[in-house]
C-alpha cells in the first residue's frame, strides 16, 4: 500500500513531523529502546549509540534515523537521537549523548569547522567518532581522520548535469534560450562538489559558460534557496528556458517555487535534485511541476550500515573503513515507483 507508507506520511503530515522534529530539538534528545536484545532495566550494559543530525526536518535525516533504529533493533543497540541544528549546540548534545552512557557517535554535524573540537570532545568523553554525510574539516580547510560514510558527490552532481543536458535536448530547447541556475553552498565540501560536477557536466554537455548562473543560498532550507533563486530570477528576466541544479532536493524545491511565483510555466522549467526525499511530493502530484526528478541516495546504507559500523567497532573492536561513497540513481515520474520498490524504500 502506498499510503500507509512512512514516506508518504511523511509527505502527507509534514506539518505533523515538523512538529515532532521541533519537540525534538526542544527536549535535546530522544531514546529509541529497540525491544531486542533481551535487557530492559538493567540496560547499563547495553551498547549505546548516538546518532546526531544537523537538519531533523529534512526528510532525508529522518529516513537516516528511521534505518538506524532498525539496526539498533537487529543488532540489539540502544539508539539516542539527537539534533544539533547549530554550531552552539554541537558539544553540549555531545556531553549529553556521552551522560547517558553512550559509547559511540555518529553525527552529520551543522558545522563541519567544529571538526577538531568534535573530535576533542569525543576523545575526552570516550567515544567513537563516525561521520556521516558532511565530513570534519581541519583549520587548514582539510578533511579530518575520522572514518566517514559519504555520498560520491562529484559524480553525483555529474550525474545531475549529464541528466539535465539530456532532457534539454529532448525538449530540443535552443541553448540561446535557455539558462541554468546552481543554488549552491560552498562552504560546505559535499555541496560544492556536487554542483561543480552538475556545472562540469552540463559545459562537457555544451552548455555555454556564460549561460550558468549562481545562486549562493545562505540557508540551506526551502526559503533560503527560494530566496537565493529569486534574485537570480529577477537578474535574468528575458530567460525562456531554466535549468535548475543544487546540492539536494530542498536547494532545487525552493528554485522551483520561485519560479512560479515569477510565472515561468512549469513545461519551462528542468530541475533535478538530490537525496530523492522532497522532490517526491512533486513527482507525486497529478500535474508536472519544474521539478523533473532527483538522485536517489542510498539512505539505508547512511542510517543502518553506520551503525553497523559503530556497534562493530565498539563490540569488537573493528575499525570502520576510513572512508565510503555510496552513489544513487535518478528518478523521475517515469521511474520513482519501480526504483523505490526496488531500492526496498516506501512511497
Ligand atoms: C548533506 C545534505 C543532505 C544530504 C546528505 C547526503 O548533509 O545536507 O541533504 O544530501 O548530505
Known amino acids: 500500500m502506498h499510503t500507509g507508507s512512512f514516506l508518504s506520511k511523511m509527505f502527507v503530515t509534514g506539518l505533523g513531523l515538523t512538529m515532532a522534529a521541533l519537540a525534538l530539538v526542544g527536549c535535546s534528545e530522544n531514546k529509541a529502546a529497540p525491544s531486542s536484545g533481551g535487557s530492559t532495566a538493567s540496560s547499563g550494559s547495553k551498547t549505546k549509540i548516538a546518532f546526531i543530525v544537523k537538519q531533523p526536518e529534512e526528510p532525508w535525516f529522518q529516513l537516516e534515523w528511521k534505518f538506524a533504529g532498525e539496526a539498533a533493533k537487529d543488532l540489539g543497540f540502544d539508539l539516542i537521537t539527537i539534533a544539533a541544528t547549530d554550531g552552539d549546540q554541537v558539544l553540549p548534545k555531545i556531553e549529553n549523548a556521552a551522560a547517558q552512557g553512550a559509547q559511540g557517535l555518529i553525527i552529520c554535524t551543522p558545522d563541519v569547522k567544529l571538526g577538531p573540537a568534535i573530535v576533542a570532545k569525543c576523545k575526552e568523553r570516550n567515544l567513537k567518532l563516525l561521520t556521516v ?3 570534519l574539516v581541519g583549520p587548514d ?3 579530518l581522520d575520522v572514518p566517514h560514510v559519504g555520498i560520491s558527490a562529484h559524480k553525483i552532481g555529474n550525474t545531475v548535469g549529464q541528466a539535465l543536458m539530456e532532457e534539454m535536448k529532448k525538449r530540443g530547447w535552443k541553448p540561446e534560450e535557455t539558462a541554468m541556475m546552481v543554488v549552491t553552498y560552498e562552504q560546505l565540501d559535499t555541496a560544492r562538489e ?3 560536477g552538475a556545472i562540469e557536466s552540463a559545459e562537457a554537455g555544451g552548455f555555454p559558460k556564460d549561460k550558468i548562473f549562481k545562486a549562493p543560498e545562505k540557508t540551506t532550507d526551502i526559503p533560503g ?5 529569486s534574485v ?5 528576466q528575458k530567460v525562456k528556458n531554466w535549468l535548475i541544479a543544487s546540492m539536494n532536493d530542498t536547494g532545487v524545491m525552493g528554485a522551483v517555487r520561485a519560479t512560479e511565483s515569477f510565472n515561468i510555466p512549469a513545461d519551462r522549467v528542468i530541475a533535478i535534485g538530490i537525496n530523492g526525499d522532497s522532490a517526491l511530493e512533486d513527482l507525486k502530484k497529478p500535474t508536472p511541476t519544474g521539478l523533473f526528478g532527483s538522485i536517489l ?3 539505508k546504507r547512511h542510517g543502518y550500515e553506520t551503525c553497523k559500523m559503530m556497534y562493530d567497532w ?3 573492536g573493528q575499525e570502520p573503513p576510513k572512508i565510503t561513497y555510496t552513489d544513487g540513481i535518478l528518478i523521475t515520474r517515469e521511474n520513482y515507483i519501480k526504483v523505490l520498490d526496488e531500492q526496498g524504500l516506501p512511497h
Open 141 to 143: 580547510g582539510k578533511f
Open 225 to 229: 534557496s527560494r530566496d537565493a533563486a
Open 232 to 236: 537570480v530570477l529577477t537578474q535574468n
Open 194 to 196: 556536487r554542483t561543480d
Open 297 to 299: 541516495l542510498q539512505a
Open 314 to 316: 565498539i563490540t569488537k
Open 133 to 135: 554525510d558532511d565530513q
